[in-house]
């Protein structure tokens, strides 16, 4: 099993900066799936950015060049970095890992196996 916790939501103006952070603890497999999502109030789930195994990343649209996904193996722990933030950005994020590595599917959900709790991030205008 595979435990995830998030950590670094909050409350910031329109234009701020957040930094996510997931640490992960149990079975780490070597070469895994990790993500963050979110989830806005009345809306479904949506990927935000997944990190492959080997270090490359995939962004959803809305969030690239402003957001940046990185991992510190020796950690064990998934941030996420975001700039210029959006009132739109308000949401709840949780971080997921797969058992394998990333692929197409995954900014979906798709092959994400372990979900954390989730962080509150509220942006105001």
């Known amino acids: 099993q595979v435990q995830l916790v998030e950590s670094g939501g909050g409350s910031v103006q329109a234009g701020g900066s957040l930094t996510l952070s997931c640490a992960a603890s149990g079975h780490i497999f070597s070469k895994h799936c990790m993500g963050w999502f979110r989830q806005a109030p009345g809306k479904e789930r949506e990927g935000v950015a997944v990190f492959y195994s080997d270090g490359s990343t995939s962004y959803e649209d809305s969030v690239k060049g402003r957001f940046t996904i990185s991992q510190d193996n020796a950690k064990n722990t998934l941030y996420l970095l975001m700039n210029s933030l959006k009132p739109e950005d308000t949401a709840i994020y949780y971080c997921?890992?797969?058992?394998?590595?990333?692929?197409?599917?995954?900014?979906?959900?798709?092959?994400?196996?372990?979900w954390g709790k989730g962080t509150l991030v509220t942006i105001s205008s």
């Open positions: 997921a890992a797969g058992r394998y590595d990333c692929y197409s599917g995954s900014l979906n959900g798709y092959g994400m196996d372990y």
